[in-house]
C-alpha cells in the first residue's frame, strides 16, 4: 500500500502554486450584494490618463471579442481552478483603443458598489488578461460576475474584479477594496504574496 504517493499527478501539480489545493467546480467569493444588470444604462467606462477616454454599451463591448483564453484561478483562501475558458475581450486591445500615455503605470478597475481593485498597467497588458462576459461558452452567472469581470490569471483571484464598470488609468498605485483590508498590493500566487504585511517598503512601486 502506498501512504504517501503525490497528492496530484506531476503536470496537475505544477500548475498548482504553493499553499493552494484544487477544487472542483466553481466556488462563488465576494463581499456584499450581487447587483442587478440593467442592459440600458449599462456602460463600460476607460478613463484617467489616456489620449482617447471612451465608454462602451455592452453590444460595443462584445464587438470587440478577442480569442478566448484558457487560464488557472487562485483565491488567496487556497482553493485553484484550472482550465477555465473565457470568453472577452483582451484588456490591451481596450488599452490600445484608449492610447495609454506614457505616464500611466497603474489600472483601477472600478466595479458595482464601490469595489476596486489595482494593478499595474505592466501585468494588466498580460496576453492572458481580459474583460470577460462568458466562461465555457455560457454567459457569466450573474455570482460570478455577469455581465462583466476582469480575468487576471497570474494574480490572486481578488484582482479579477468582478462587475466591472470602469478601467481607469493612474500615475500612482491606489489599494483596492481588499488590498486596503490587509491583502497584498502585486498578489503573486507563485510566491505566495498573500497579505500586506509580507510587502517591501516601497511594493507599491513596483509592477
Ligand atoms: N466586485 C467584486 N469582485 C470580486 C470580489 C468581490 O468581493 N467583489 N471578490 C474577489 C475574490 S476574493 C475572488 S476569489 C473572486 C472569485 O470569483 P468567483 O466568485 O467567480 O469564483 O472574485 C473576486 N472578485
Ligand atoms: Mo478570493
Given at each position: 500500500m502506498k501512504l504517501f504517493g503525490p497528492k496530484y499527478p506531476e503536470e496537475v501539480a505544477s500548475r498548482v502554486p504553493p499553499g493552494q489545493r484544487l477544487v472542483k467546480g466553481w466556488p462563488v467569493l465576494h463581499y456584499g450584494p450581487i447587483p442587478t444588470f440593467d442592459g440600458v444604462s449599462w456602460d463600460l467606462e476607460v478613463s484617467g490618463l489616456v489620449e482617447n477616454p471612451y465608454t462602451l454599451a455592452y453590444a460595443e463591448l462584445n464587438a470587440l471579442r478577442t480569442p478566448d483564453v484558457t487560464a488557472d484561478m487562485h483565491c488567496v483562501t487556497g482553493w485553484t481552478t484550472l482550465d477555465n475558458d473565457w470568453e472577452g475581450v483582451r484588456f490591451r486591445t481596450l488599452a490600445e483603443k484608449a492610447g495609454?500615455?506614457?505616464?500611466?503605470?497603474w489600472v483601477i478597475a472600478h466595479c458595482e458598489y464601490g469595489y476596486t481593485s489595482n494593478l499595474s498597467v505592466e501585468a494588466m497588458m498580460?496576453?492572458?488578461?481580459l474583460v470577460a462576459w462568458a466562461n465555457r461558452g455560457e454567459p457569466l452567472a450573474p455570482e460570478h460576475g455577469f455581465p462583466l469581470r476582469l480575468v487576471v490569471?497570474?494574480?490572486?483571484?481578488?484582482?479579477?474584479?468582478?462587475w466591472l464598470r470602469g478601467l481607469e488609468f493612474v500615475d500612482h498605485n491606489k489599494r483596492g477594496f481588499w488590498e486596503v483590508r490587509g491583502?497584498?498590493?502585486?498578489?503573486?500566487p507563485w510566491v505566495e504574496e498573500r497579505y500586506s504585511y509580507q510587502e517591501g517598503p516601497r511594493a507599491e512601486l513596483e509592477p
Open positions: 495609454v500615455k506614457p505616464e500611466a503605470k498580460d496576453d492572458d488578461v490569471p497570474k494574480r490572486y483571484a481578488w484582482k479579477s474584479a468582478k491583502y497584498h498590493i502585486h498578489a503573486d
